[in-house]
């Protein structure tokens, strides 16, 4: 069973970059598209970005688009979050999760995904 392991959260202030990680163990990780959900305060967990095993398929959530970048490092196990141009609204916990899919018709839903981290919170203060 792969386990997940999120970090790199913090506190930046608005403008600001944060690099997420997101580490995993325990299984076979390559062949996995993974993903990025955050849950802001007092909402449902939404969809971030994804990517699959190979990187030639790539999505983000229009509210990310052009800000932040998902990549991926397969010989390292480790999936990352580039966020430039953090908003207030970025404000929320950031689940890394796995999927068996290897070539799902949409990976922005949480049912596509088998597996998921335990969460880095992310603060953008003004």
């Known amino acids: 069973q792969v386990h997940l392991v999120e970090s790199g959260g913090g506190l930046v202030q608005a403008g600001g970059s944060l690099r997420l990680s997101c580490a995993a163990s325990g299984g076979t990780f390559s062949s996995d598209a993974m993903g990025w959900f955050r849950q802001r305060p007092g909402k449902e967990r939404e969809f971030v970005a994804a990517?699959?095993?190979?990187?030639?398929?790539?999505v983000y959530a229009d509210s990310v688009k052009g800000r932040f970048t998902i990549s991926r490092e397969n010989a390292k196990n480790t999936v990352y979050l580039e966020m430039n141009s953090l908003k207030r609204e970025d404000t929320a916990v950031y689940y890394c999760?796995?999927?068996?899919?290897?070539?799902?018709?949409?990976?922005?839903?949480?049912?596509?995904?088998?597996?998921w981290g335990q969460g880095t919170q992310v603060t953008v203060s003004s």
């Open positions: 990517i699959t095993w190979s990187g030639g398929r790539i």
């Open positions: 999760a796995g999927s068996r899919y290897s070539d799902y018709s949409d990976y922005s839903l949480r049912s596509a995904y088998d597996y």
